[in-house]
């Protein structure tokens, strides 16, 4: 759409020189002696967090594994970095803070906030700091008024920007970036726009939909998947699911209703049903190991077993509306940037009720407008194979996410495989030779090299 080409035209520093209304954008004296003072051990971490402008400590939580300290962050954001009149919101951060002159992992997690203290691998590996990102729109990052149309990928890595910004006076060392799956996604969407925010970048598992009408990659993919049989026998436990519709969406009703919960947003317990018997193809094998083909469901399965395996492969709460509300801006992004990726269903196209069911707009308000920027994408594509530089791009060979995936061609970048791995890859997986190189890059991204 047009608002994304001229952002294109915005440099760096047009699109942040704006400041929100109530936004500070240089750092007093005191913030600027009290980050000075953390570097070098003279003061508490938390003082100089409370003395950075726009941010909030939240609280303190005392759940940190040994050497670190865990806080619970507000930063004061602008709703839309190129407009001050638009207003302002609270964005939620977590900080894991080891110490000033180590380097700082900043962690996107694309969704809501994790306030569990994890470490990333690359934060591991490192021993470093890290600072963790909410998305805005998700959790508690909630821009004021209708609708989601300050949602964007641009709006995103705009976000990150200030936030490294900020932090840097308190962290002045080296800065990575890592997320996996939409957390990377949000990474390279960050890198596009502010290349030089940070040192390197490790992606896990990010799926890179170039052109949301061609999803020939994903048909492709999940028709030689794993092995023919384990593929046969995810289609025959689709198909008899749906055979037995009647008694499934009556065992999932009642679950809904025990639970409080409705299907409004999607649109009835039977669609709600259908939509999770389509994904479970994608989703089985975008988590499975070879093990896991032996527990699927085979004919003489009971209804038990059956319902029992869509739940714990498609996750059937997923689709009611606690759940379902609290995704509608992923779901947002899916249908106005990011675009998703197709699923075959011509082995049970004769039992479909609602063969457009997995569409984005099922899964957002009627009273949303939707409109798809089909440059988005292809723009992000075309940076990380001409000038994305000092990335990693970690990928399981079994993971249907990466059907289509990011080819990096800039400097001291690369694109790894773990054979038969799924979604949930590492570092720690890769070949010895490749893991070599992955570890030996951090470092090296590091200024440890």
Avoid: C
């Avoid at 000075?36 to 400590?57: F, Q």
């Avoid at 395996?309 to 509300?325: I, M």
């Avoid at 899916?334 to 011509?346: A, V």
């Avoid at 997995?358 to 440059?375: G, K, L, N, Q």
């Amino acid at each position: 759409m047009t608002a994304w080409t001229r952002r294109r035209l915005l440099t760096s520093a047009a699109a942040t020189a704006f400041p929100a209304a109530g936004l500070a954008t240089a750092a007093a004296p005191p913030a600027r002696a009290a980050a000075a003072k953390a570097r070098t051990g003279n003061t508490d971490v938390a003082d100089a967090l409370r003395a950075l402008p726009g941010l909030r400590l939240v609280e303190e939580r005392q759940d940190a594994e040994p050497g670190y300290r865990h806080f619970v962050l507000g930063l004061r954001q602008p709703v839309d970095h190129t407009d001050p009149a638009a207003g302002t919101f609270e964005q939620r951060l977590t900080l894991l803070h080891t110490a000033a002159d180590r380097p700082t992992v900043l962690f996107s997690t694309g969704y809501h906030a994790v306030l569990t203290p994890r470490r990333s691998e690359p934060a591991m590996l490192l021993g470093a700091n890290q600072l963790q990102v909410e998305h805005r729109y998700f959790g508690t990052s909630l821009p004021a008024g209708p609708g989601y149309a300050h949602l964007t990928i641009r709006q995103a890595a705009d976000d990150h920007h200030r936030v490294v910004g900020l932090f840097r006076r308190l962290y002045p060392g080296a800065w990575l970036s890592t997320g996996g799956s939409k957390g990377g996604m949000t990474s390279v969407y960050h890198r596009r726009f502010h290349p030089r925010d940070v040192d390197g970048t490790v992606v896990y598992s990010a799926p890179n939909n170039t052109d949301d009408r061609n999803d020939s990659a994903y048909l492709r993919f999940l028709e030689t998947v794993g092995t023919a049989p384990g593929r046969e026998a995810v289609k025959a436990a689709q198909r008899q699911l749906l055979l037995r519709r009647t008694e499934m969406v009556a065992r999932y009703e009642a679950w809904a209703a025990a639970k409080g919960d409705t299907f409004r947003l999607v649109g009835s317990a039977d669609k709600a049903f259908e939509i999770a018997v389509v994904r479970v193809l994608f989703m089985f094998w975008q988590r499975a190991t070879p093990a896991d083909v032996a527990t699927i469901p085979g004919p003489e399965a009971t209804a038990d077993e059956l319902y029992a395996w869509l739940d714990a492969w498609a996750g059937l709460p997923l689709y009611a509306d606690t759940a379902a509300r609290r995704y509608v801006p992923y779901w947002y992004q899916i249908g106005t940037q990011l675009g998703y990726g197709e699923i075959p269903t011509g082995h049970v196209a004769d039992l479909l009720r609602h063969p457009d069911g997995i569409a984005a707009r099922t899964f957002v308000p009627r009273d949303v407008p939707m409109v798809f920027d089909s440059a988005a994408m292809p723009d992000i594509d075309r940076w990380v194979r001409r000038r994305g530089s000092r990335m990693l791009f970690v990928n399981g060979a079994q993971d249907p996410s990466v059907a289509e995936h990011f080819r990096p061609g800039g400097a001291d970048s690369r694109l790894l495989w773990v054979p038969g791995g799924n979604h949930s890859v590492g570092i720690a997986d890769l070949s010895p030779a490749d893991r070599a190189w992955a570890e030996g890059a951090l470092h090296r991204w590091a200024g440890r090299g």
